[in-house]
Protein backbone atom coordinates (compact mmCIF):
# COMPACT_ATOMS: atom_id res chain seq x y z
CA UNK A 1 0.00 0.00 0.00
CA UNK A 2 2.86 2.44 0.73
CA UNK A 3 4.41 2.23 -2.58
CA UNK A 4 1.45 2.33 -4.14
CA UNK A 5 0.33 6.01 -2.42
CA UNK A 6 3.89 6.87 -3.56
CA UNK A 7 3.29 5.76 -7.11
CA UNK A 8 0.35 7.55 -7.19
CA UNK A 9 1.94 10.59 -5.76
CA UNK A 10 5.21 10.61 -8.21
CA UNK A 11 2.31 10.75 -11.08
CA UNK A 12 0.43 13.65 -9.70
CA UNK A 13 1.49 17.25 -10.41
CA UNK A 14 4.08 18.26 -8.13
CA UNK A 15 1.58 21.49 -7.12
CA UNK A 16 -1.23 19.26 -6.06
CA UNK A 17 -3.39 22.78 -6.58
CA UNK A 18 -2.96 22.52 -10.21
CA UNK A 19 -5.73 19.65 -10.19
CA UNK A 20 -8.13 22.59 -9.37
CA UNK A 21 -6.86 24.13 -13.16
CA UNK A 22 -6.54 21.09 -14.82
CA UNK A 23 -10.15 19.66 -13.73
CA UNK A 24 -11.78 23.38 -14.89
CA UNK A 25 -10.00 23.10 -18.35
CA UNK A 26 -12.03 19.52 -18.58
CA UNK A 27 -15.02 20.95 -17.53
CA UNK A 28 -15.00 23.97 -20.27
CA UNK A 29 -13.47 21.55 -22.73
CA UNK A 30 -16.16 19.16 -22.56
CA UNK A 31 -19.43 21.24 -22.02
CA UNK A 32 -19.85 22.42 -25.69
CA UNK A 33 -19.80 18.49 -26.40
CA UNK A 34 -22.83 17.90 -23.82
CA UNK A 35 -26.92 18.87 -24.06
CA UNK A 36 -27.35 22.08 -22.96
CA UNK A 37 -31.70 22.38 -23.75
CA UNK A 38 -33.79 20.17 -22.06
CA UNK A 39 -36.41 18.02 -23.23
CA UNK A 40 -39.55 19.44 -21.41
CA UNK A 41 -38.81 23.25 -22.46
CA UNK A 42 -40.63 24.14 -25.15
CA UNK A 43 -39.76 27.03 -27.73
CA UNK A 44 -41.84 30.30 -26.74
CA UNK A 45 -44.48 30.96 -29.59
CA UNK A 46 -43.11 33.15 -32.81
CA UNK A 47 -39.62 32.87 -31.29
CA UNK A 48 -38.54 30.12 -33.56
CA UNK A 49 -38.82 31.71 -37.16
CA UNK A 50 -34.92 30.91 -38.27
CA UNK A 51 -34.86 27.38 -40.27
CA UNK A 52 -33.54 24.31 -37.99
CA UNK A 53 -30.16 24.75 -40.00
CA UNK A 54 -29.75 28.74 -39.08
CA UNK A 55 -30.61 27.30 -35.46
CA UNK A 56 -27.92 24.94 -35.29
CA UNK A 57 -24.97 27.45 -37.04
CA UNK A 58 -26.09 29.55 -34.31
CA UNK A 59 -25.76 27.70 -31.78
CA UNK A 60 -22.60 25.93 -33.08
CA UNK A 61 -21.02 29.21 -33.00
CA UNK A 62 -22.03 30.31 -29.84
CA UNK A 63 -20.23 27.01 -28.12
CA UNK A 64 -17.33 28.19 -30.54
CA UNK A 65 -15.74 30.42 -27.69
CA UNK A 66 -16.13 27.69 -25.02
CA UNK A 67 -14.69 25.21 -27.31
CA UNK A 68 -11.71 27.92 -27.58
CA UNK A 69 -11.46 28.49 -23.99
CA UNK A 70 -10.53 24.76 -23.22
CA UNK A 71 -8.26 24.43 -26.12
CA UNK A 72 -6.18 27.36 -24.41
CA UNK A 73 -6.54 25.76 -20.86
CA UNK A 74 -4.73 22.80 -22.33
CA UNK A 75 -2.43 24.90 -23.70
CA UNK A 76 -1.89 27.26 -20.67
CA UNK A 77 -1.26 24.24 -18.77
CA UNK A 78 2.00 23.71 -21.16
CA UNK A 79 3.13 27.24 -21.97
CA UNK A 80 1.93 29.46 -19.24
CA UNK A 81 4.12 32.36 -20.71
CA UNK A 82 5.86 34.51 -18.34
CA UNK A 83 2.43 36.51 -17.31
CA UNK A 84 0.52 33.19 -16.67
CA UNK A 85 -2.98 35.11 -15.15
CA UNK A 86 -3.07 37.32 -18.27
CA UNK A 87 -3.24 34.38 -20.49
CA UNK A 88 -5.33 32.76 -18.73
CA UNK A 89 -7.63 35.72 -18.03
CA UNK A 90 -7.70 36.49 -22.34
CA UNK A 91 -7.32 32.99 -23.67
CA UNK A 92 -9.83 30.77 -21.25
CA UNK A 93 -11.99 33.23 -18.93
CA UNK A 94 -12.90 35.53 -21.23
CA UNK A 95 -13.82 33.62 -24.53
CA UNK A 96 -15.23 31.27 -21.84
CA UNK A 97 -17.43 33.41 -20.02
CA UNK A 98 -18.75 35.31 -23.45
CA UNK A 99 -19.60 32.20 -25.03
CA UNK A 100 -21.92 30.39 -21.82
CA UNK A 101 -23.66 34.86 -21.80
CA UNK A 102 -24.45 34.23 -25.14
CA UNK A 103 -25.75 30.52 -25.26
CA UNK A 104 -28.02 31.73 -22.26
CA UNK A 105 -29.37 34.87 -23.78
CA UNK A 106 -30.42 32.37 -26.73
CA UNK A 107 -31.87 30.13 -24.37
CA UNK A 108 -33.38 33.07 -22.46
CA UNK A 109 -34.57 34.24 -26.07
CA UNK A 110 -36.21 31.13 -27.51
CA UNK A 111 -37.70 29.82 -23.83
CA UNK A 112 -39.45 33.37 -23.05
CA UNK A 113 -41.75 33.26 -20.09
CA UNK A 114 -45.91 32.83 -21.56
CA UNK A 115 -47.70 36.21 -19.98
CA UNK A 116 -51.23 36.99 -18.99
CA UNK A 117 -53.16 40.33 -20.33
CA UNK A 118 -54.22 40.23 -16.62
CA UNK A 119 -50.43 41.08 -15.08
CA UNK A 120 -49.36 44.61 -14.50
CA UNK A 121 -45.77 45.73 -15.82
CA UNK A 122 -44.31 45.48 -12.68
CA UNK A 123 -46.19 41.75 -11.64
CA UNK A 124 -45.04 41.07 -15.52
CA UNK A 125 -41.47 42.20 -14.92
CA UNK A 126 -40.86 40.16 -11.84
CA UNK A 127 -42.59 37.26 -13.26
CA UNK A 128 -39.73 37.35 -16.06
CA UNK A 129 -36.28 37.92 -14.07
CA UNK A 130 -38.05 35.22 -11.36
CA UNK A 131 -38.34 33.05 -14.29
CA UNK A 132 -34.92 33.55 -15.96
CA UNK A 133 -32.98 33.21 -12.80
CA UNK A 134 -34.80 29.41 -12.14
CA UNK A 135 -33.91 28.83 -16.25
CA UNK A 136 -30.49 27.83 -14.99
CA UNK A 137 -31.49 25.23 -13.16
CA UNK A 138 -33.31 23.23 -15.70
CA UNK A 139 -30.60 23.32 -17.80
CA UNK A 140 -28.37 20.68 -18.66
CA UNK A 141 -25.01 19.38 -17.51
CA UNK A 142 -23.47 21.63 -20.87
CA UNK A 143 -24.51 24.68 -19.21
CA UNK A 144 -23.56 23.46 -15.64
CA UNK A 145 -20.10 22.16 -16.48
CA UNK A 146 -19.35 25.57 -18.48
CA UNK A 147 -20.37 27.37 -15.40
CA UNK A 148 -18.34 24.84 -12.62
CA UNK A 149 -14.87 25.13 -15.02
CA UNK A 150 -15.22 28.56 -14.71
CA UNK A 151 -15.56 28.91 -10.99
CA UNK A 152 -12.61 26.81 -10.73
CA UNK A 153 -10.20 28.12 -13.21
CA UNK A 154 -11.53 31.69 -11.50
CA UNK A 155 -10.66 30.12 -7.98
CA UNK A 156 -6.89 28.75 -9.28
CA UNK A 157 -6.11 31.72 -10.64
CA UNK A 158 -6.70 34.25 -7.84
CA UNK A 159 -4.24 31.89 -5.98
CA UNK A 160 -2.04 32.18 -8.95
CA UNK A 161 -2.45 36.07 -8.75
CA UNK A 162 -0.84 36.40 -5.23
CA UNK A 163 1.87 34.00 -6.33
CA UNK A 164 -0.09 30.77 -4.02
CA UNK A 165 0.49 28.67 -6.88
CA UNK A 166 2.43 28.54 -10.01
CA UNK A 167 2.51 27.00 -13.81
CA UNK A 168 3.38 24.84 -16.21
CA UNK A 169 2.01 21.59 -14.71
CA UNK A 170 5.36 19.85 -13.57
CA UNK A 171 5.96 16.41 -12.13
CA UNK A 172 7.73 15.47 -8.90
CA UNK A 173 11.27 15.39 -9.78
CA UNK A 174 13.34 12.17 -9.88
CA UNK A 175 13.08 11.34 -13.49
CA UNK A 176 14.92 8.58 -14.57
CA UNK A 177 16.60 9.93 -17.62
CA UNK A 178 17.77 13.23 -18.58
CA UNK A 179 17.94 12.02 -22.00
CA UNK A 180 15.74 13.88 -23.68
CA UNK A 181 16.98 17.15 -24.86
CA UNK A 182 14.52 20.28 -24.20
CA UNK A 183 13.61 21.15 -28.06
CA UNK A 184 12.59 17.04 -28.42
CA UNK A 185 10.62 17.58 -25.39
CA UNK A 186 8.70 20.56 -26.10
CA UNK A 187 8.20 18.93 -29.45
CA UNK A 188 6.23 16.03 -27.19
CA UNK A 189 4.37 18.38 -25.20
CA UNK A 190 3.21 20.17 -28.36
CA UNK A 191 2.12 16.79 -30.17
CA UNK A 192 0.27 15.58 -26.42
CA UNK A 193 -1.08 19.20 -26.49
CA UNK A 194 -2.90 18.73 -30.28
CA UNK A 195 -4.10 15.19 -29.00
CA UNK A 196 -5.74 16.11 -26.06
CA UNK A 197 -7.12 19.42 -27.85
CA UNK A 198 -7.42 21.09 -31.06
CA UNK A 199 -7.28 17.65 -32.78
CA UNK A 200 -11.09 17.18 -32.33
CA UNK A 201 -11.55 20.23 -34.24
CA UNK A 202 -9.71 18.20 -37.31
CA UNK A 203 -12.45 15.21 -36.87
CA UNK A 204 -15.39 17.87 -36.54
CA UNK A 205 -14.36 19.44 -39.66
CA UNK A 206 -14.06 16.67 -41.75
CA UNK A 207 -17.88 15.68 -40.77
CA UNK A 208 -18.71 19.45 -41.48
CA UNK A 209 -17.27 18.91 -45.38
CA UNK A 210 -18.68 15.42 -45.37
CA UNK A 211 -21.98 15.89 -43.94
CA UNK A 212 -23.09 19.48 -42.88
CA UNK A 213 -21.91 21.20 -45.50
CA UNK A 214 -23.94 19.13 -48.17
CA UNK A 215 -26.68 19.09 -45.84
CA UNK A 216 -26.85 22.94 -46.19
CA UNK A 217 -26.49 23.19 -49.18
CA UNK A 218 -29.29 20.61 -51.16
CA UNK A 219 -31.62 20.36 -47.31
CA UNK A 220 -31.57 17.09 -47.26
CA UNK A 221 -29.37 14.15 -46.54
CA UNK A 222 -27.12 12.86 -49.13
CA UNK A 223 -27.55 9.77 -50.95
CA UNK A 224 -24.28 8.67 -50.61
CA UNK A 225 -24.27 8.77 -47.09
CA UNK A 226 -26.88 5.24 -46.72
CA UNK A 227 -24.42 4.01 -48.70
CA UNK A 228 -22.79 0.51 -46.35
CA UNK A 229 -19.28 1.33 -48.30
CA UNK A 230 -19.80 4.96 -46.58
CA UNK A 231 -20.39 3.78 -43.13
CA UNK A 232 -17.88 0.86 -43.87
CA UNK A 233 -14.85 2.99 -44.81
CA UNK A 234 -15.31 7.10 -43.86
CA UNK A 235 -13.85 6.43 -40.38
CA UNK A 236 -10.76 4.77 -41.99
CA UNK A 237 -10.32 7.63 -44.33
CA UNK A 238 -11.08 9.96 -41.37
CA UNK A 239 -8.20 8.59 -39.73
CA UNK A 240 -6.17 8.03 -42.47
CA UNK A 241 -5.89 11.98 -42.70
CA UNK A 242 -6.16 12.95 -39.26
CA UNK A 243 -3.23 10.96 -38.33
CA UNK A 244 -1.39 11.95 -41.40
CA UNK A 245 -1.65 15.49 -39.90
CA UNK A 246 -0.52 14.24 -36.52
CA UNK A 247 2.71 12.60 -38.39
CA UNK A 248 3.17 15.90 -40.13
CA UNK A 249 3.60 17.30 -36.59
CA UNK A 250 5.66 14.74 -34.93
CA UNK A 251 8.12 15.85 -37.21
CA UNK A 252 11.39 13.50 -38.81
CA UNK A 253 12.97 12.19 -35.27
CA UNK A 254 10.01 11.30 -33.89
CA UNK A 255 8.54 9.82 -37.09
CA UNK A 256 11.92 8.06 -37.38
CA UNK A 257 11.28 6.17 -33.63
CA UNK A 258 7.29 5.33 -35.21
CA UNK A 259 8.75 3.60 -38.07
CA UNK A 260 11.25 1.63 -35.51
CA UNK A 261 8.85 0.73 -33.41
CA UNK A 262 6.52 -1.65 -36.33
CA UNK A 263 8.47 -4.82 -36.39
CA UNK A 264 6.56 -8.17 -37.58
CA UNK A 265 6.66 -10.18 -34.23
CA UNK A 266 6.56 -13.69 -34.18
CA UNK A 267 3.65 -15.79 -34.79
CA UNK A 268 2.86 -16.87 -31.49
CA UNK A 269 3.32 -14.00 -30.07
CA UNK A 270 0.03 -12.79 -32.39
CA UNK A 271 -1.31 -15.21 -30.83
CA UNK A 272 -1.02 -13.86 -27.55
CA UNK A 273 -2.27 -10.29 -28.39
CA UNK A 274 -5.51 -12.09 -29.87
CA UNK A 275 -5.58 -14.33 -26.37
CA UNK A 276 -5.80 -11.28 -24.37
CA UNK A 277 -8.99 -9.17 -25.74
CA UNK A 278 -10.77 -12.46 -27.05
CA UNK A 279 -10.28 -14.59 -23.72
CA UNK A 280 -11.66 -11.55 -21.42
CA UNK A 281 -14.50 -11.26 -23.67
CA UNK A 282 -15.34 -15.01 -23.88
CA UNK A 283 -14.63 -15.12 -19.88
CA UNK A 284 -17.63 -12.31 -19.36
CA UNK A 285 -19.97 -13.92 -21.82
CA UNK A 286 -19.40 -17.49 -20.00
CA UNK A 287 -19.94 -15.84 -16.63
CA UNK A 288 -23.17 -14.33 -17.76
CA UNK A 289 -24.33 -17.16 -19.17
CA UNK A 290 -23.50 -19.17 -15.91
CA UNK A 291 -24.97 -16.86 -14.05
CA UNK A 292 -28.22 -16.76 -15.61
CA UNK A 293 -28.21 -20.92 -16.06
CA UNK A 294 -28.38 -20.91 -12.32
CA UNK A 295 -30.74 -17.75 -11.96
CA UNK A 296 -33.07 -20.26 -14.39
CA UNK A 297 -32.73 -23.22 -12.59
CA UNK A 298 -33.24 -22.00 -9.25
CA UNK A 299 -36.94 -20.02 -10.28
CA UNK A 300 -37.64 -20.31 -13.50
CA UNK A 301 -37.32 -24.35 -14.53
CA UNK A 302 -39.93 -25.77 -16.30
CA UNK A 303 -41.90 -22.30 -16.91
CA UNK A 304 -39.24 -21.20 -19.14
CA UNK A 305 -36.76 -22.62 -21.85
CA UNK A 306 -33.57 -22.45 -20.50
CA UNK A 307 -30.98 -20.06 -21.30
CA UNK A 308 -29.19 -21.08 -25.07
CA UNK A 309 -25.13 -20.56 -24.83
CA UNK A 310 -24.53 -20.03 -28.52
CA UNK A 311 -27.02 -16.51 -27.82
CA UNK A 312 -24.16 -15.16 -25.28
CA UNK A 313 -21.34 -15.43 -28.15
CA UNK A 314 -22.69 -12.92 -31.34
CA UNK A 315 -19.80 -13.36 -33.90
CA UNK A 316 -18.53 -9.63 -35.36
CA UNK A 317 -19.20 -8.72 -38.62
CA UNK A 318 -16.33 -8.77 -40.60
CA UNK A 319 -15.93 -5.48 -41.68
CA UNK A 320 -15.40 -4.33 -38.16
CA UNK A 321 -11.89 -5.35 -38.88
CA UNK A 322 -10.95 -2.51 -40.44
CA UNK A 323 -10.91 -0.84 -36.86
CA UNK A 324 -7.31 -2.34 -37.44
CA UNK A 325 -6.23 0.57 -39.09
CA UNK A 326 -7.76 3.22 -36.33
CA UNK A 327 -6.28 1.24 -33.51
CA UNK A 328 -2.83 1.06 -35.60
CA UNK A 329 -1.86 4.28 -35.99
CA UNK A 330 -3.18 4.84 -32.27
CA UNK A 331 -0.42 2.65 -31.21
CA UNK A 332 2.04 4.36 -33.49
CA UNK A 333 1.77 7.25 -31.39
CA UNK A 334 0.91 6.13 -28.06
CA UNK A 335 2.70 3.05 -27.40
CA UNK A 336 5.23 3.72 -30.67
CA UNK A 337 6.57 7.47 -29.78
CA UNK A 338 4.81 8.61 -26.59
CA UNK A 339 5.38 5.78 -24.18
CA UNK A 340 9.01 5.52 -25.31
CA UNK A 341 9.83 9.28 -25.05
CA UNK A 342 7.68 8.91 -21.41
CA UNK A 343 9.67 6.32 -20.09
CA UNK A 344 13.16 7.84 -21.29
CA UNK A 345 12.01 10.51 -18.94
CA UNK A 346 10.12 8.72 -16.36
CA UNK A 347 10.82 5.29 -16.42
CA UNK A 348 8.55 2.41 -17.32
CA UNK A 349 5.39 2.29 -14.60
CA UNK A 350 5.30 6.22 -14.67
CA UNK A 351 5.66 6.39 -18.37
CA UNK A 352 3.16 4.08 -19.23
CA UNK A 353 0.99 5.61 -16.56
CA UNK A 354 1.31 8.87 -17.92
CA UNK A 355 0.65 7.71 -21.61
CA UNK A 356 -2.51 5.74 -20.37
CA UNK A 357 -4.12 9.79 -18.89
CA UNK A 358 -3.16 10.97 -22.27
CA UNK A 359 -4.65 8.30 -24.57
CA UNK A 360 -7.69 9.15 -22.24
CA UNK A 361 -7.72 12.56 -22.71
CA UNK A 362 -7.96 11.92 -26.55
CA UNK A 363 -11.12 10.40 -25.83
CA UNK A 364 -12.58 12.96 -24.33
CA UNK A 365 -14.13 14.88 -27.06
CA UNK A 366 -15.84 11.84 -28.77
CA UNK A 367 -16.95 10.18 -25.09
CA UNK A 368 -18.75 13.55 -24.66
CA UNK A 369 -20.04 14.48 -27.70
CA UNK A 370 -23.99 15.27 -27.29
CA UNK A 371 -24.48 12.59 -24.60
CA UNK A 372 -27.65 12.61 -22.95
CA UNK A 373 -25.41 12.24 -19.48
CA UNK A 374 -26.55 13.71 -15.81
CA UNK A 375 -23.69 15.15 -14.43
CA UNK A 376 -22.83 12.58 -12.36
CA UNK A 377 -23.15 10.46 -15.65
CA UNK A 378 -20.20 12.73 -16.60
CA UNK A 379 -18.11 11.77 -13.79
CA UNK A 380 -19.01 8.51 -13.83
CA UNK A 381 -17.77 8.19 -17.68
CA UNK A 382 -14.81 10.16 -17.09
CA UNK A 383 -13.82 7.89 -14.19
CA UNK A 384 -14.50 4.95 -16.35
CA UNK A 385 -12.09 6.04 -19.24
CA UNK A 386 -9.32 6.84 -17.37
CA UNK A 387 -9.17 3.53 -15.42
CA UNK A 388 -10.38 1.42 -18.58
CA UNK A 389 -7.47 3.36 -20.40
CA UNK A 390 -4.79 3.11 -17.24
CA UNK A 391 -5.28 -0.58 -17.20
CA UNK A 392 -5.53 -1.66 -21.41
CA UNK A 393 -2.52 0.87 -21.27
CA UNK A 394 -0.14 -1.13 -19.08
CA UNK A 395 -1.57 -4.65 -21.09
CA UNK A 396 -0.72 -2.46 -24.72
CA UNK A 397 2.80 -1.38 -23.34
CA UNK A 398 3.55 -4.80 -21.75
CA UNK A 399 3.17 -6.13 -25.35
CA UNK A 400 5.08 -3.05 -26.99
CA UNK A 401 7.75 -3.51 -24.94
CA UNK A 402 7.95 -6.91 -24.12
CA UNK A 403 8.09 -8.39 -28.11
CA UNK A 404 10.13 -4.89 -29.38
CA UNK A 405 6.97 -3.89 -31.76
CA UNK A 406 3.66 -2.43 -31.91
CA UNK A 407 1.89 -4.92 -33.82
CA UNK A 408 1.20 -7.18 -30.96
CA UNK A 409 -0.70 -4.20 -29.52
CA UNK A 410 -2.35 -2.96 -32.25
CA UNK A 411 -3.70 -6.38 -32.79
CA UNK A 412 -5.17 -7.12 -29.10
CA UNK A 413 -6.50 -3.13 -29.35
CA UNK A 414 -8.22 -3.75 -32.97
CA UNK A 415 -9.99 -7.31 -31.33
CA UNK A 416 -11.08 -5.32 -28.22
CA UNK A 417 -12.74 -2.66 -30.31
CA UNK A 418 -14.01 -5.44 -32.88
CA UNK A 419 -15.49 -6.98 -29.69
CA UNK A 420 -16.69 -4.41 -28.26
CA UNK A 421 -18.52 -2.61 -31.36
CA UNK A 422 -19.94 -5.84 -32.23
CA UNK A 423 -21.68 -6.03 -28.99
CA UNK A 424 -20.30 -9.44 -27.72
CA UNK A 425 -21.97 -10.92 -25.43
CA UNK A 426 -25.03 -9.72 -23.74
CA UNK A 427 -24.74 -6.60 -21.67
CA UNK A 428 -25.47 -7.12 -17.60
CA UNK A 429 -25.29 -4.33 -14.53
CA UNK A 430 -21.50 -3.72 -13.92
CA UNK A 431 -20.22 -5.01 -17.01
CA UNK A 432 -17.78 -1.90 -17.33
CA UNK A 433 -16.06 -2.37 -14.07
CA UNK A 434 -16.22 -6.02 -14.38
CA UNK A 435 -14.40 -5.38 -17.93
CA UNK A 436 -12.51 -2.38 -16.23
CA UNK A 437 -11.50 -4.85 -13.07
CA UNK A 438 -10.28 -7.93 -15.38
CA UNK A 439 -7.76 -5.55 -17.48
CA UNK A 440 -6.29 -4.19 -14.40
CA UNK A 441 -5.73 -7.66 -13.37
CA UNK A 442 -4.35 -8.87 -16.07
CA UNK A 443 -1.84 -5.91 -16.53
CA UNK A 444 -0.71 -6.66 -12.89
CA UNK A 445 -0.14 -10.30 -13.41
CA UNK A 446 2.11 -9.47 -16.48
CA UNK A 447 4.61 -6.95 -14.73
CA UNK A 448 4.24 -9.11 -11.61
CA UNK A 449 5.20 -12.60 -13.36
CA UNK A 450 6.86 -11.86 -16.77
CA UNK A 451 8.52 -8.02 -15.70
CA UNK A 452 9.64 -5.95 -18.80
CA UNK A 453 13.72 -6.42 -17.99
CA UNK A 454 15.08 -3.26 -17.37
CA UNK A 455 18.34 -4.22 -19.29
CA UNK A 456 16.29 -4.95 -22.70
CA UNK A 457 13.97 -2.15 -22.40
CA UNK A 458 17.48 0.02 -21.79
CA UNK A 459 18.27 -1.38 -25.16
CA UNK A 460 15.06 -0.14 -27.27
CA UNK A 461 13.85 2.76 -25.15
CA UNK A 462 16.26 4.60 -22.75
CA UNK A 463 20.02 3.90 -21.98
CA UNK A 464 19.60 5.07 -18.64
CA UNK A 465 15.99 3.44 -17.70
CA UNK A 466 16.43 1.97 -14.19
CA UNK A 467 13.81 -0.52 -12.77
CA UNK A 468 10.91 1.35 -10.73
CA UNK A 469 9.09 -0.52 -7.52
CA UNK A 470 6.36 -3.02 -8.87
CA UNK A 471 3.06 -1.88 -8.19
Given amino acids: MKRLVKFLRSVLPADPTQLIFLAGVFCLFVAP ?63 AMAGLCLMYGRLLYLAAPSSSVLEGTGSLVAHKISWAWSLPWKLLSGFHFCLIGLLLIAIYTSRLAFGIVALPLSLPGNTVSTALDSESWRRVQFLIWVLVGPLYLLFSSLAWFTLGLPIILSSHIP ?58 AVLLSTSQYLVDRALWAAHDFGRFSPPQFRSYFDLPDPWLLLAFFAAFFE ?107 LWAVLAWSLFRYWPISAENESKEAAPEVTPEPAL
Fill in 33 to 95: HLRWWPTGLGVAPGRLTDSLVQQMLLGVFFLLPISFAGVAGYFVCFWPSDHPFRRILLLVCLP
Fill in 223 to 280: AYTQSAWFSRFSSTIETLVVFSVIFWIAGKEDRQVIWKAIRLPEPKYVGLALAFPIGI
Fill in 331 to 437: EMIFRGLLQRRFIQRYGIYRGIFLVGIVWAAFHFASDFSFARLTEIGVLLKLGWRILFCLALSYVLGWLALRFGSILPAAIAHTFYNVLVMSGFGPPFLGNDTVLVA
